[in-house]
């Protein structure tokens, strides 16, 4: 199965588990909106499955979304997911493993809803929060 992986700007195709923690472990590691502020990775294998979640290396990952058939659903989540378990996560997807969909309960975000939407309105939503922490300084 062919696999996508996008890293902010960045675009690796088929990446192996080393490539993805590589390609985690280059985000910019500078905290605040200024500096290196938040990123977004997608992983898709295939047209109609992919992985999504935003983030930072140091202050955690989060809004892991997972999309399937048209289907997405977000983890619920008690809190930020280290990088170290985000790099695990995305390896165990590329790999097909399913077990790391296991860890967590799911919600429906929206049935039959493009993943192109959902990652529109994460970058929407990423772009809002970094407006209003930087007015807040």
């Known amino acids: 199965m062919r696999t996508t992986l996008f890293v902010d ?3 690796i195709e088929d990446p192996d588990g080393a490539a993805i923690a590589r390609e ?8 605040g909106f200024g500096k290196g502020g938040l990123s977004l990775v997608i992983l898709q294998r295939g047209e ?8 930072h290396p140091v202050e955690g990952w989060g809004g ?8 997405s659903r977000g983890a619920k989540l008690s809190g930020s997911l280290t990088q170290e378990k985000i790099i695990q996560i995305f390896q165990a997807y590329a790999q097909g493993d399913e077990l790391w969909e296991k860890e967590f309960e799911w919600e429906v975000v929206e049935g039959k809803f493009p993943v192109s939407r959902i990652v529109v309105g994460l970058a ?5 929060v970094f407006f209003l922490r930087s007015c807040v300084k």
């Open 48 to 55: 109609d499955d992919s992985l999504t979640a935003g983030g």
């Open 64 to 71: 892991l979304i997972h999309e399937h058939n048209g289907i």
């Open 24 to 31: 985690f472990e280059s985000v910019d590691k500078k905290t």
């Open 9 to 11: 700007d960045k675009k």
């Open 124 to 128: 929407i939503l990423l772009v809002l």
